[in-house]
């Protein structure tokens, strides 16, 4: 049986007449096939349960899974203040797990979702979508087994108040993590991940940080040593806009190995330090990386390609695209130029659905546990092997 998708969005003042309005559109793509899965990308500045309401109401007891973000995307670019539902059919089997404990211990998640998986033989490729501000995205990706594809990113939303919302079947809420499960005989999904930020000299030493905040840089409040970098006063950093786009200049930290990983704030505190949604060690050597939009659409590429090449001779059908918020503020003079990248790679015909996260998972082999990401494009091309 083919692999067959559709996808639909809609912009309205009430978040259940966007949910319904964006699943009728799917719909009528899908034409009379029966769906298996639905992802559903939500604006945060609607009520959750009511864009739950919205898509049920059509899709009936459709499995679903989804998000919130400050903007949807799909083929014809992005949209603000919307909902995107992208449907799945033909040889997909899903089922959804809700986990609400996800914020108060990432590793009792971590457990309930090994169980579940480990309930099926079949190969599963699993997709989760976890709360952004609260919880441990890197211990619960390490606390995961390697025997699985996993595939995932942490919802974003209101970066004043920190709120950001999860979508599963019947359930909806903060602090928890949602995910799907799917198997399918001809089903194969490739997956490609990719950044476009690079070190511009600058090199800190992290000498004071605790759980998700980091104190100080070379002794130093972390705010007072942007402020000497970018002329801007400390005091100001903790206040919109530079308290949010100090996420557009991330940290490269240097771990045991030498190996450089991604960390990027969420916001800055008024007491001047960072708050992440990812621990650093104290200690560690740390670089300031600048990103440009030139950059990013050549990642955006690259992550393409990475995706086509793991399908190898599938036939692509749909595409996920999960782009660190850090995307839509570089881009905001060219919006929608990720989804431009990742079409000149994959084709016009292929539909493509997604959102803007805090930060992103993937496990590129089932021999590998999913790496926590910040600041990163992931494509995820769901492809139907012939």
């Not at 905001?332 to 790679?345: H, L």
């Not at 292929?350 to 803007?356: F, L, N």
């Not at 494509?379 to 139907?384: I, K, M, N, S």
Request: glycine letters at 10%.
């Amino acid at each position: 049986m083919a692999i067959i998708s559709a996808v639909g969005s809609a912009q309205e003042l009430d978040g259940r007449e966007a949910g319904l309005q964006a699943a009728h559109q799917a719909l009528n793509r899908f034409r009379a096939n029966t769906p298996a899965l639905a992802f559903v990308i939500s604006s945060h500045q609607y009520q959750a349960r009511e864009v739950l309401n919205g898509v049920s109401s059509l899709l009936g007891d459709t499995p679903l899974v989804g998000f919130s973000s400050p903007a949807g995307l799909t083929s014809e670019g992005l949209h603000p203040h919307s909902v995107v539902v992208a449907i799945l059919g033909g040889d997909v089997q899903a089922d959804t797990l809700w986990l609400p404990m996800y914020a108060q211990s990432a590793r009792e998640a971590a457990a309930k979702f090994a169980q579940h998986a480990s309930a099926r033989v079949e190969r599963q490729t699993v997709f989760f979508f976890a709360d952004g501000f609260n919880g441990d995205a890197e211990q619960f990706c390490e606390a995961l087994p390697q025997d699985k594809q996993i595939i995932g990113a942490l919802a974003s939303g209101d970066l004043n108040t920190g709120n950001s919302y999860q979508l599963v079947s019947a359930q909806t809420g903060t602090g928890g993590l949602a995910a799907a499960f799917l198997r399918g005989k001809t089903l194969q999904v490739g997956v490609g991940a990719d950044y476009g930020w690079d070190p511009v000299g600058a090199q800190f030493r992290i000498t004071r940080s605790r759980g998700f905040w980091l104190r100080t840089l070379d002794g130093h409040p972390a705010s007072e040593v942007y402020a000497g970098l970018f002329g801007q006063p400390a005091r100001n950093w903790a206040f919109p806009p530079l308290s949010h786009l100090a996420r557009l200049y991330p940290l490269g930290v240097m771990d045991e190995k030498s190996e450089m990983t991604i960390r990027a704030p969420i916001r800055v505190e008024a007491d001047g330090s960072f708050r992440m949604n990812a621990p650093v060690r104290d200690g560690a050597d740390a670089f300031l990386l600048v990103g440009s939009g030139a950059s990013c659409i050549n990642a955006a590429k690259s992550a393409a390609q990475q995706a086509l090449l793991q399908l190898g001779n599938a036939v692509p059908r749909f595409a996920l695209v999960l782009a660190d918020i850090s995307w839509q503020m570089l881009l905001k003079a060219q919006p929608g130029a990720e989804i431009s990248a990742v079409q000149e790679i994959l084709g016009a015909n292929v539909p493509i659905a997604g959102g803007y996260t805090l930060g992103q998972a993937v496990s590129k082999t089932t021999e590998s546990k999913p790496k926590f990401l910040n600041q990163n494009i992931v494509v995820a091309v769901f492809g139907e092997s012939k």
